[in-house]
């Protein structure tokens, strides 16, 4: 099924888009809509401390293994029966600032993940594990890797297929999603890969 047929793509943008980069979103949130009739997406931002100079770009790999460490052992004590239904996309850039920065969207079954939490340290939510998996993969504390996780502004989106207003919350959805496609600032010609995505929901 093709979610996006319907969907107006007049977008009025200030900056030029990678095709390749769009189709990526769309297959990844096909493949979500596919396994799911609601899906709930986050999409933040992954910074590195300014006092350092980081050039492994294996830390977003480390990142997302963290992150899925932290899915494994909450499903061992959670409450609610249905998948998690993690996927995700995200965007790797550099602007003028020493460091590279990622833009990420994550997505998951809204029956099991809903809402990101109060972003305070330590409590047991979507933001401290996504906040956690980072500090992992930089190698600091949680408390260090506190402010390097950004999360957008209204950068929580609730999608359901069966909703009236459907069209309406995916346009809203993908007008946010497709700055992760903007051209500038991807061509950082270091040999490393500039996008990545999930092939299919996990857990």
Known sequence: MDFFNDLSTDFNYDYAMVPQYQTILKRTLSAQFNAFTRVFALRFDLRF?????????????????SFKSHLVIWDKYRRSQHPIGFSFVW????N?????????????????????????????????????????????????????????????YWLDQRAPDFSSQLRLAMDSF??????????????CRNIGSSHKPFM
């Open 96 to 156: 003028s600032s020493q460091n590279w920065h990622y833009h990420v969207v994550f997505f998951f079954n809204k029956d099991a993940i809903h809402a990101l939490g109060q972003c305070e340290l330590g409590l047991k939510n979507t933001y401290n594990r996504i906040l956690s998996a980072w500090a992992s993969a930089i190698r600091v504390t949680p408390r260090e890797a506190v402010g390097l996780v950004h999360i957008c502004k209204n950068g929580s």
């Open 178 to 191: 497709n700055y992760l496609a903007k051209s500038t600032t991807k061509d950082i010609n270091d040999g």
């Open 91 to 94: 965007c790797r850039e550099k």
């Open 49 to 65: 401390p300014v006092s350092m100079v980081y050039q492994d770009s294996s830390v977003i790999s480390r990142f997302l293994a």
